[in-house]
């Protein structure tokens, strides 16, 4: 198993979840690797957050943002630096082929079809 993100709304279902995972995971002969699994919980409100989380036997340390499928996920459930990190992207990608966009070699359709890509 890698890069999976299970989403409770409660800590019960969470609880709940994880443990079926798990059942899931030994039954198939997969093992859950501690050092690498980690949580997160996100909310608005402002308030302390346990550093550790403990299910059955095992024990998982908090992060306050990770990155799932390219998407940077933060604790607060703010979009902000995800948007900033995208545009940011854009730019580059822009400016690495904005010599290549503003010539003359090439005509309107070819630079309508790199720019798409």
């Known amino acids: 198993m890698d890069d999976l993100v299970i989403i409770a709304r409660t800590p019960d279902g969470l609880d709940e979840m994880f443990l079926t995972l798990e059942k899931e995971a030994r039954d198939a002969g997969l093992i859950l690797n ?40 933060n604790r607060q459930n703010k979009i902000s630096e ?14 690495a082929h904005k010599k290549l966009l503003s010539s003359n070699l090439l005509n309107y359709n070819s630079k309508i079809q790199i720019y798409k890509k």
């Open 34 to 73: 501690q050092s690498k699994t980690k949580y997160m919980k996100t909310t608005r409100q402002k308030g302390k957050i346990t550093q550790q989380y403990i299910i059955g036997q095992n024990q998982f340390e908090s992060v306050n943002e990770f990155t799932y499928l390219g998407a940077q996920i």
């Open 82 to 95: 995800e948007i900033r990190k995208r545009l940011q992207t854009g730019n580059r990608c822009y400016y």
